[in-house]
């Protein structure tokens, strides 16, 4: 069984193809940039409108099939900017009805996190998700992933790509300050904001704009805020992990692709006797492999929409999703 999947949640457009045993046969990406400043969501639907359709045609080109080889046709549902959101659905409409094929609509966080257990069916693994709009540690229980804290504000990447702005490096600033980070050594102060398994960045928002306009150093600016943000999330993980008796800890989205948070929490990780394990390295960032992949095992346990269910859902939260395929784990059998 073949399954497209199509993103285009926020700033990128994702057209993958993957089998049910597995095997990844098309991986388009295309990401919108800004001219400057932060995204328009218009801008970047119009973006998302004028590439989807060569995109559907190059995936389906590079995996070496017929349009009517597809199965399945998936598309990310929410949550995200409405007028991206709206552009994608309509294009998964429309591939839907022309192959005569069924439609699945797709929650974007829990895309994030079932790329990341691909090949491990029968893990359990506590879940950091952290990316440009969201910041979750989530655990499985009774067909639910529940949100045990989240940030209380804006999304921890949301805030790296804010404070890129200010500092001058552009948008999609994460590569940028992990860079920046590895040349600084003094520790500037920020607000630590934690409370339980909820952590809150808006603070330290606030604070790095008090240091940049002081001439702080950048390189210990971005240093910095990777000690103190990536300790926080260590350890609302680390306490979450703890309560929900969880062995194996996942990391997922665009700024778990960060190698000092990656490092911070392995090392938690061990000193519980947990085991870290992480999607492979491609994945991370928003792509429509992880949209195919979870709509294919969506439908193989059953879900169905008709394309009045296919309606977006800008909020669409990670605990709204009922998770029919961890009844029976789905097994990819290949690589
Ligand atoms: P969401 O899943 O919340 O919809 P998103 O759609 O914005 O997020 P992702 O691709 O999952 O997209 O994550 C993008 C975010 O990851 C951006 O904020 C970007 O700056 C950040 N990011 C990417 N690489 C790194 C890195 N090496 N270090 C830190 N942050 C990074
Ligand atoms: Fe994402």
């Not at 095997?23 to 969501?41: Q, S, T, V």
Request: glycine share 10%; charged share 20%.
């Amino acid at each position: 069984m073949l399954c497209i999947g199509i993103e285009g949640t926020a700033h990128t457009v994702g057209v993958g193809i993957v089998s049910s045993d597995g095997e990844i046969l098309a991986d388009e990406r295309d990401m919108y940039h800004p001219p400057k400043g932060g995204i328009h969501p218009r801008e970047a639907a119009n973006h998302h409108a004028e590439v989807v359709v060569p995109m559907v045609n190059r995936a389906i080109e590079d995996a070496n099939i017929r349009p009517r080889d597809l199965d399945i046709i998936a598309f990310s549902q929410g949550p995200g900017l409405g007028p991206c959101l709206r552009t994608v659905a309509t294009a998964a409409r429309a591939l839907s009805i022309s192959l005569m094929r069924p439609i699945i609509g797709v929650n974007h966080c829990v895309a994030h996190l079932e790329i990341g257990r691909m090949n491990r069916a029968d893990s359990d693994p506590l879940m950091l998700y952290c990316s440009g709009g969201n910041t979750q540690v989530i655990a499985y229980a009774k067909r639910r992933y529940r949100v045990f804290g989240e940030t209380m504000d804006i999304g921890v990447g949301n805030m790296l790509d804010k404070i890129g702005i200010m500092a001058g490096f552009g948008f999609y600033a994460g590569p940028k300050i992990e860079e920046m980070a590895k040349k600084g050594s003094e520790l500037l102060d920020l607000p630590y904001s934690v409370k339980g398994m909820d952590v809150s960045f808006s603070g330290i928002l606030t604070a790095a704009r008090q240091h940049i306009n002081n001439g702080c150093s950048l390189e210990d600016l971005c240093f910095s805020i990777q000690e103190t943000v990536f300790s926080m999330l260590t350890e609302v993980t680390e306490r979450a992990a703890a309560q929900a008796d969880k062995k194996e800890i996942l990391l997922a989205g665009g700024v778990a692709r960060n190698r000092r948070l990656a490092e911070m929490v392995r090392v938690m990780a061990e000193e519980r006797g947990a085991t870290l394990f992480e999607p492979p390295f491609p994945f991370f960032a928003d792509n429509g492999v992880m949209i195919a992949w979870n709509g294919l095992i969506a439908y193989s346990s059953g879900q169905r929409m008709t394309i009045s269910d296919t309606v977006i859902n800008q909020r669409y939260r990670t605990d709204q999703v009922n998770v029919t395929w961890r009844q029976q784990p789905f097994r990819a059998v290949s690589k």
